[in-house]
T-cell receptor
Framework: NAGVTQTPKFRVLKTGQSMTLLCAQDMNHEYMYWYRQDPGMGLRLIHYSVGEGTTAKGEVPDGYNVSRLKKQNFLLGLESAAPSQTSVYFC???????????FGEGSRLTVL | EDQVTQSPEALRLQEGESSSLNCSYTVSGLRGLFWYRQDPGKGPEFLFTLYSAGEEKEKERLKATLTKKESFLHITAPKPEDSATYLCAVRRDNYGQNFVFGPGTRLSVLP
């Protein structure tokens, strides 16, 4: 049972390049989330989804887009990467809206 | 503004030396306080949820408690394998996506 899987684990981009982070969960969870984690700060919510075909903005959505075409997958896109987007990105899922979050292992992104 | 703070930022203990980590919050409409453990290079792993003042939860050497303004994570006789960053998070409503995370306390337990 893999839980929440994120790919890629590491990526280096140049300013202006685009990329997509993929999150896959095998727990049949309805809710999925993308967070970013920066030194000295708590995890901050970028976007989330409460079900297949739905997405919503979180606390820091600017510069990111997401899609949830299949229940088990949640994609995070950067259309034109900026150095301020250098961070560790975590995907999480939960069963309904009241349970704990299950996190992936993270994707470390560096934008030069 | 809703806020979660954690103290200390970092803590070094000798093996067997008990201590407590603090999570203070100013959140309207608390719908649960969560503790997570995060190992280097890994994602956070769920430990406890507390819902009301006075509630306590235990797991091995860890015990979490909750008051109206803060939560404590007590670590009794810690071992080196307890070394990790401990994150506190509060949920603000019942819709599920509205978590506020603290910055974490980095715990090191020396043998």
């Amino acid at each position: 049972n893999a839980g929440v899987t994120q790919t890629p684990k590491f990526r280096v981009l140049k300013t202006g390049q685009s990329m997509t982070l993929l999150c896959a969960q095998d727990m049949n969870h309805e809710y999925m989330y993308w967070y970013r984690q920066d030194p000295g700060m708590g995890l901050r919510l970028i976007h989330y989804s409460v079900g297949e075909g739905t997405t919503a903005k979180g606390e820091v959505p600017d510069g990111y887009n997401v899609s949830r075409l299949k229940k088990q997958n949640f994609l995070l896109g950067l259309e034109s990467a900026a150095p301020s987007q250098t961070s560790v990105y975590f995907c999480a899922s939960s069963y309904g809206g009241q349970g704990e979050l299950f996190f992936g292992e993270g994707s470390r992104l560096t934008v030069l | 503004e809703d806020q979660v703070t954690q103290s200390p930022e970092a803590l070094r203990l000798q093996e067997g030396e008990s201590s407590s980590l603090n999570c203070s919050y100013t959140v309207s409409g608390l719908r649960g306080l969560f503790w997570y453990r995060q190992d280097p290079g890994k994602g956070p792993e769920f430990l406890f949820t507390l819902y009301s003042a006075g509630e306590e939860k235990e797991k091995e050497r860890l015990k979490a408690t909750l008051t109206k303004k803060e939560s404590f994570l007590h670590i009794t006789a810690p071992k080196p394998e307890d070394s990790a960053t401990y994150l506190c998070a509060v949920r603000r409503d019942n819709y599920g996506q509205n978590f506020v995370f603290g910055p974490g306390t980095r715990l090191s337990v020396l043998p």
